[in-house]
C-alpha cells in the first residue's frame, strides 16, 4: 500500500483565501484523523472520522475550519477564510479500529502538508 | 481523561551513548502506549507499541520501552545512539475503550553528536 497520501504538500496562501487540504487514507482503515502541529502547541487532534462519519470535532479551532469524509478513501479539510495564525503542518493519519483484547490500533500518518497564511 | 508528559523538549547525546527518552503518562483506564518518531519534514512513524501483553516492547532501529505501572512510566531507551536517530519522538497514549484517540506528549527532540 502507499500509505496515507496528503496533497498539497505545500500550500501557501494570503490571508482570506479559502484553503483545501486533501487526505487519502489507507485503504480498508475505518478511522480517519486530523491533525495540526505548530512549535508552540504541539500536535492537536481536530477532527476525527469513523466509517466516513465525524465522530468528535471538539478539536477544530472554529468555524473556519470545516472538514469532510464524502467516502472512504477521501477526506477534506477546508479553511475558510485563511488567517496567519494557521500556518502549521496539517497531519492526515488513519487507522483500523481494533476489537477488544485485541492489538491497539496504530495511527499511520501522512507526509503533512505545510501551510503558510501570509 | 489521559495524559503524557514527556520530560525534556531537547536531549543531547554522543554517537555511541546510551539514549534515554522519557515519558510518563495518565490514565483511568489500562492504557495502550505507543513512541512515534518524526524525522525532518515528514510525518509521525510508528517506533514500538505497549498493548498490555510483554512489558518490555521492542521497537524498529534497536530501540526498545519498558512499561512500569507503579512508576506509570514508559521511557524509550537505545544503547548506542547512531546519528541517523536525530529526530523528535513523542510518546501518546491512548485507551482501549470505545473510540481510540491518542493523546500526545510535547515531544522531545534527540540530538546527536559525532
Known amino acids: 500500500d502507499a500509505g496515507v497520501i496528503q496533497s498539497p504538500r505545500h500550500e501557501v496562501t494570503e490571508m482570506g483565501q479559502e484553503v483545501t487540504l486533501r487526505c487519502k487514507p489507507i485503504?480498508?482503515?475505518?478511522?480517519l484523523f486530523w491533525y495540526r502541529q505548530t512549535m508552540m502547541r504541539g500536535l492537536e487532534l481536530l477532527i476525527y472520522f469513523n466509517n466516513n462519519v465525524p465522530i468528535d470535532d471538539s478539536g477544530m479551532p472554529e468555524d473556519r475550519f470545516s472538514a469532510k469524509m464524502p467516502n472512504a478513501s477521501f477526506s477534506t479539510l477546508k479553511i475558510q477564510p485563511s488567517e496567519p495564525r494557521d500556518s502549521a503542518v496539517y497531519f492526515c493519519?488513519?487507522?483500523?479500529?481494533?476489537?477488544?483484547?485485541?492489538?491497539?490500533?496504530?495511527?499511520?500518518f501522512g507526509p503533512g502538508t505545510r501551510l503558510t497564511v501570509l | 481523561a489521559q495524559s503524557v508528559t514527556q520530560l525534556g523538549s531537547h536531549v543531547s547525546v554522543s554517537e555511541g551513548a546510551l539514549v534515554l527518552l522519557r515519558c510518563n503518562y495518565s490514565s483511568s483506564v489500562p492504557p495502550y502506549l505507543f513512541w512515534y518518531v518524526q524525522y525532518p519534514n515528514q510525518g509521525l512513524q510508528l517506533l514500538l507499541k505497549?498493548?498490555?501483553?510483554?512489558?518490555l516492547v521492542k521497537g524498529i532501529n534497536g530501540f526498545e520501552a519498558e512499561f512500569k505501572k507503579s512508576e506509570t512510566s514508559f521511557h524509550l531507551t537505545k544503547p548506542s545512539a547512531h546519528m541517523s536517530d536525530a529526530a523528535e519522538y513523542f510518546c501518546?497514549?491512548?485507551?482501549?475503550?470505545?473510540?481510540?484517540?491518542?493523546?500526545f506528549g510535547k515531544g522531545t527532540m534527540l540530538l546527536v553528536s559525532p
Open positions: 493519519a488513519s487507522s483500523l479500529a481494533h476489537v477488544a483484547g485485541a492489538v491497539a490500533d496504530t495511527q499511520y
Open positions: 505497549y498493548t498490555s501483553a510483554a512489558t
Open positions: 501518546a497514549v491512548s485507551a482501549d475503550s470505545g473510540y481510540s484517540t491518542l493523546t
Open positions: 485503504s480498508g482503515h475505518d478511522y
